[in-house]
């Protein structure tokens, strides 16, 4: 794929509009996370030091195209000054005559941060009017928001009509690089594996990735949906209802190609609600009580998934295989994500829930690639268009 990233451009003195993905958890004005934060800084960092003049925009939440205060990314601004250890101008808006007077202003290296893109409808309504007042203030655009390049949005794909030079991140570069080699001639055995809750997003990508893989493994709530499908007992489990006629599908398809879906043997149930449950307890797939509720894999299938994942050379890992916030039920992913830095294997964890719970358990380093693309990895895992990134390639050829 023939990307330009921004150490292939002169950037030194020009206005340089970096696109990132600062949507970070924030309570009470408090960043309770911000690993995408230092996932852009390399690229800001670059660009800084090279002497550009370094314009920053970013969306933050579901304002509806309104102002709201509580989505303010004013705390965004303050934690990248405390990690830059600078000044970084914060305007109250992300177009307009203000904008534009800082922008004019910023001196080589200077850096400021636009507030809440989607505080304005024509963002997400792709506007061209929208579009080309964000590109008013730039000379150079950078794509650093791989995650939103899923989106038809006017910070990603509309203001390229107006702005004569544009280039990707070094993070959307690390990030194509990974989920090409992990889908181009990918070494086997390949094994993918797949948790978390919607089956109805997940299914679509395990179809796409049926030519590729050796394997499937499946746990978390999807695989709820899936044993419902083959008629076991499930309890009061969560179930994407409306992926039953799909989980039908996907399972008849990969028996015709010969392709393995593995699903859970054992189970972690409790009684109750998971706000409110009784002590946790080891039941087979498909033997489960009226009332018991999954909460993570049991431990015969962390054996399983952890044995064929050692023989693995490459692994695809999609969503947590339990409720790994809760320490009663980070058993399954935590031995997953042990397996999958043991293996040795070239490996991809895709999904933000994923990412926390590598974090969390203190494996990040033992994991080939931390996608932080989010529903944007899938997309491109699952070979679907990303309207970002063709709008990238048409100016590159």
Known sequence: MNLISI??????????????????????????????????????????????????ASHLGRPGGKLRPKLTLEPVGRRLSEILKREIFFPEDCIGDVVKKIAGDLAPG?????????????????DPKFAKRLAQVADVYVNEAFSVSHRLHASVVGILDFIETACVGLGFKNEIKNLTRLIENPK????????????????PIMESLLDKVDAILVGGAVSNTFLKVLGKEIGKSAVDEIALYS???????????????????????????????SAPFVTPAGVF?????AADIGPKTIDDFALRLSRAKTIFWNGPLGIYENEDFIGGTKAVAQAVGASGAFSVASGWDTVLAIKKMGFSGAITHLSTGGRASLEFVGERRLP???ALEKRFK
């Not at 200077?110 to 792709?126: Q, T």
């Not at 015709?256 to 449950?277: C, T, W």
């Open 289 to 293: 009580s009226k009332d018991g509720v």
């Open 388 to 390: 970002a990134l063709e």
């Open 110 to 126: 200077g850096i400021m941060l636009l507030e809440n893109l989607r505080f304005h409808k024509g963002e997400e309504e792709n």
């Open 247 to 277: 989980a039908s599908r996907f399972i008849s398809s990969a028996s015709a190609r010969g392709i393995r879906v593995v699903l859970p043997q054992d189970f972690m149930v409790v009684r109750g609600s998971l706000n409110k449950y």
């Open 188 to 203: 086997h055995p390949f094994i993918a594996v797949f948790g978390g809750r919607s089956a109805q997003e997940k299914i």
């Open 7 to 56: 150490d292939e451009l002169d950037v030194r003195e020009k206005r340089v509009f970096i696109r990132a993905d600062f949507n970070v958890p924030i309570v009470n004005g408090q960043i309770l996370d911000d690993t995408k934060i230092f996932a852009a800084l390399p690229t800001i960092e670059y660009a800084s030091k090279e002497k550009a003049r370094v314009i920053i």
